[in-house]
């Protein structure tokens, strides 16, 4: 039998289908993307968006993301009518590949990026070998994406299921890509944020000129490498590849691609660009739509604009807006709430639950031991955060990890005189998230986004090597591949790695075969519990009838052919 590396060869290629599967996902998600730039360019008659450049970095990156909100929105929009995907739904998915006809051409193809970045996605494709679902997949997300798929909105859906009512974007993107009774292609929605994510840092490390993107992705991927060591065998804060029905990592990312430009925007103090600023507003959309802590960014776009807010004034700014208002429309026939479960935007309706935004709202702060500014102080919270042992111990790798990357830098790069001084806006905006973070819901998963932002920040004084022999180091090409690929490879689980029982198939995810029971004194059914109680409690699956614990007593009624769910009081 031929051998490479002590592997058996046919278990390479038989390993490789579902790398192949993936980069041919991920090539039409970036070619669709590519394709509504093309119509906004040329349609709409808005020149050079496809070329266009937010502090040297080309959109065009970021096609594959531009696609996903598309979809996203096509699915959330019919939902309001009829079945969130259907054929108009998939024809209409599609259309944006023709308009790259228009302009086959592909400018600045780089024939060595490109490898690393196919490379690289055949690495981070090793990750479906091992992956499963997350319980809230069971709990709740593939119930929800089971509505969006086979029905009109249900109003008071949150009423069934309080979990219902977050109904992130994620939801209506993973809904349109179910195959069969296999859903890997939700695991690859998931590693197109990852992979956008490395690519983001491979232009900055291997493509700009710009010596302080380089310096923060070499400093990011360091943060990245440290992941692998501490307590618990490491673990800080680093993000990491989500099991299928999470999407804290996708988040994260897009929270901090948009962060990364607003406070390189804050230091440049330069003129702003209407477009750039346009294009963040873009990000903030889409961030805030998958979980509304987004939102948060608006306030580093406010200091920004603050000396021009004309500049956003723009066609473009309003249909963001409308897109917007859409969203906000979708939570309140789910939850009656404007913004779930923040209760002060609930709005009077027939489904109203106010239990249901109060007792999510109080969960969230008291699960994650939010702190509480008004009655207690920083160091008493701290202690009361450490003592969920996750925290504790992530917590501690990560300062570690901060410390060991400062110290690193400080002894090779000379750092900037009054730096701190002259950009107070930026250092307050990091800390501003920070605060809102911790006064929210401080986990740590939540927190993976501003872990990346504060490794960003530590790197932003420092300009000038103090030595030949490290700044000849620091531009070696070869060891910035080598420190590179060590932490992709390092993002799937090691057992991805294993060649045991693999079969020349795309790799087959599908949830279990559940038993209900119907309830007695409400509305559907629950989950027949089976030997072990907690092992099956609140666990759905895929039946739209279930109503997981606690089990309140609904009435379903009919509003202009729509059903209603509402709580009895």
């Known amino acids: 039998m031929n051998i490479l590396f002590g592997i058996p060869k046919v278990v390479i290629i038989n390993k490789m289908i579902n790398a192949f599967v993936y980069v041919i996902f991920y090539a039409l998600l970036y070619l669709i993307g590519r394709g509504i730039i093309i119509f906004v360019e040329d349609i ?19 096609n594959p993301v531009i696609a996903l909100f598309y979809i996203g929105h096509l699915v959330l929009i019919s939902n309001f009518f009829t079945t969130g995907v259907n054929n108009v739904v998939y024809i209409l998915s599609l259309i944006p590949l023709f308009f790259n006809l228009r302009k086959a051409q592909i400018r600045e193809f780089n024939l060595s990026i490109s490898f690393v970045r196919i490379l690289s996605l055949i690495i981070l494709s090793v990750s479906s070998n091992t992956i499963s679902f997350h319980q809230d997949a069971a709990s709740y997300h593939l119930n929800n994406q089971l509505y969006i798929r086979t029905e009109k909105v ?51 490390l291997l493509e700009s000129n710009n010596f302080k993107y380089q310096l923060i992705s070499v400093s990011i991927l360091i943060y990245g490498l440290l992941d692998n060591f501490g307590i618990e065998g490491g673990r800080n804060g680093f993000i990491d590849i989500d099991t299928i029905g999470k999407q804290d990592n996708s988040f994260a990312i897009l929270f901090f691609i948009t962060n990364f430009f607003i406070v390189q925007k804050l230091i440049e103090k330069k003129t702003l660009v209407k477009r750039d600023i346009l294009f963040i507003l873009f990000l903030i959309l889409f961030s805030a739509e998958i979980r509304f802590f987004g939102l948060v960014s608006i306030f580093g776009l406010l200091l920004l ?72 102080s920083p160091i008493t919270w701290l202690f009361r955060w450490n003592e969920r042992y996750l925290n504790y111990y992530v917590g501690i790798n990560l300062v570690v990890s901060v410390i060991l990357i400062y110290f690193l830098l400080s002894l090779l790069i000379k750092s900037k005189k009054r730096f701190f001084v002259s950009n107070l806006n930026s250092y307050f905006y990091v800390t501003l998230l920070l605060l809102l973070w911790a006064v929210s819901a401080p986990s740590i998963r939540f927190g993976i986004g501003i872990f990346l932002i504060l490794v960003m920040t530590i790197c932003l004084k420092f300009d000038e090597f103090r030595s030949v022999r490290a700044s000849t180091a620091f531009s070696n090409t070869f060891l910035k591949h080598i420190l590179l690929f060590a932490v992709i490879i390092s993002t799937p689980l090691i057992r991805n790695y294993s060649p045991e029982n693999y079969s020349f198939k795309l790799k087959v995810i599908s949830p279990p075969q559940i038993e209900y029971v119907l309830q007695d004194n409400t509305w559907g059914y629950g989950v027949k519990v089976i030997e072990d109680p907690r092992k099956e409690l609140g666990f759905c699956w895929l039946n739209k009838e279930c109503t997981p614990p606690p089990n309140f007593i609904i009435t379903e009624e009919t509003l202009l052919s729509y059903r209603v769910m509402i709580l009895e009081k």
């Not at 709409?44 to 970021?62: A, D, M, T, V």
């Not at 890509?177 to 840092?201: G, K, M, R, T």
């Not at 004034?313 to 779930?340: A, P, R």
């Open 44 to 62: 709409l008659k808005i020149p050079n968006i496809s070329n266009h450049k937010i502090n040297g970095f080309p959109i065009r990156i970021l």
């Open 154 to 204: 249900v109003l008071g859906l949150g009423n069934v299921y309080m979990r219902y009512g977050y109904s992130s974007l994620s939801e209506y993107i993973n809904s349109f890509f179910w195959f069969d009774n296999n859903f890997i292609l939700l695991h690859f929605v998931n590693l197109v944020f990852v992979s956008i994510f490395y690519f983001f840092l491979i232009w900055c």
């Open 305 to 376: 604009i603050r000396k021009d807010l004309k500049i956003i004034l723009s066609k473009t700014t309003l249909f963001y807006f409308s897109i917007g208002c859409v969203w906000i429309f979708k939570n309140y026939l789910i939850t009656s709430c404007l913004i779930y479960p923040l209760t002060f935007t609930c709005l009077p309706s027939p489904w109203f639950n106010s239990y249901s935004s109060n007792w999510q709202s109080e969960e969230l702060r008291s699960f994650h031991a939010a702190y509480d500014i008004l009655h207690e």
